[in-house]
């Protein structure tokens, strides 16, 4: 592999096949994370996102650097990542949803997945029409194109009546608590700020709420982590949808100095302004995960 930072993003890392968490992609079981994991240290050598991002800053790259990223802040990171990672001597970062992370909203993308698994689009579908959605788009990319806090209500609407109480609350424990978040912190773990909501605030459908989402979400990392953020990671991977306000967005909002996180599908090379990328992690053994790092690095 060429010289260069690859860090490999990833969802959660769980046994569970969670209909709330089909289709969002990098999560996978624990045994096939070990794969990569003893893959990529004969790839290269892994180091935490800190030592990554020195030694990436200062342009001292001589080798391949591979770090290991976790977005959403699910507890089957902690249960099954973080061990898997302490065995080869190395921390990751986890990119944390406030209210996720205090159940005070499920992902809408759970909700939707949800009603998906339970027959209930043809509900979201009737009540989208006076949105303009016609019946041979796909929801997802509709919501995600249109989205606004009213399509949000309309999906939380048919999610209640497709749900119990005891059902709404048992969904969150997909995630990680604050007490968990902690532990991973105090074990050298880098926690990142994912927005409050997990909003396309990088996307012109919602750029304008950029500022109000990061802020919401590093008041409650400070209130009730007590740490303040070094990166600001984006969500949704939509690489020809991001705004171009997005890099705007982001140096008026942050005062201080901090980093943009995007889901690039490349190494980081060369230091050219305050963003770095990510790899998605593909849900492939070891040895087709071997292919997938290496053609990562013969096409950047």
């Not at 860090?7 to 890392?13: C, E, R």
């Not at 949800?114 to 043809?122: K, M, N």
């Not at 305050?274 to 593909?282: E, F, G, L």
């Amino acid at each position: 592999m060429k010289n260069g930072w690859y860090i490999l993003n990833y969802h959660n890392i769980s046994w569970e096949e969670n209909m709330y968490a089909i289709g969002i992609g990098s999560t996978m079981p624990p045994d096939i994370f070990k794969e990569h994991v003893e893959e990529a240290s004969r790839l290269g050598k892994l180091v935490s996102i800190s030592d990554g991002l020195d030694r990436y800053h200062s342009g001292q790259i001589k080798e391949p650097l591979i770090s290991f990223w976790f977005d959403d802040g699910f507890i089957g990171v902690r249960k099954y990542a973080f061990p898997v990672l302490e065995k080869y001597g190395v921390n990751g970062a986890i990119s944390v949803c406030s209210k996720f992370l205090l159940r005070e909203e499920l992902f809408w993308r759970f909700k939707l997945s949800f009603i998906s698994q339970t027959d209930g689009l043809r509900y979201l579908r009737s009540r989208l029409k006076k949105y303009g959605y016609q019946n041979d788009l796909s929801v997802k990319n509709f919501v995600m194109n249109q989205f606004s806090k009213a399509i949000v209500n309309e999906i939380d609407e048919v999610y209640r009546s497709l749900t119990s109480e005891l059902d709404r609350v048992d969904a969150f424990r997909i995630f990680d608590d604050v007490e968990g978040i902690l532990s991973l912190h105090k074990s050298g773990w880098e926690i990142a700020n994912h927005s409050a909501s997990h909003y396309p605030i990088g996307e012109n459908s919602y750029i304008h709420e950029f500022e109000e989402q990061y802020a919401e979400c590093e008041k409650k990392i400070n209130e009730y982590l007590k740490i303040t953020t070094n990166y600001w990671v984006v969500p949704f991977s939509r690489d020809s949808y991001l705004s171009d306000k997005l890099i705007e967005a982001f140096n008026s909002a942050n005062a201080e100095k901090r980093w943009l996180v995007l889901l690039g599908h490349k190494p980081n090379l060369t230091v050219k302004s305050n963003i770095i990328h990510r790899i998605s992690a593909p849900s492939l053994d070891g040895r087709g995960f071997k292919k997938f790092l290496k053609a990562i690095s013969a096409y950047s």
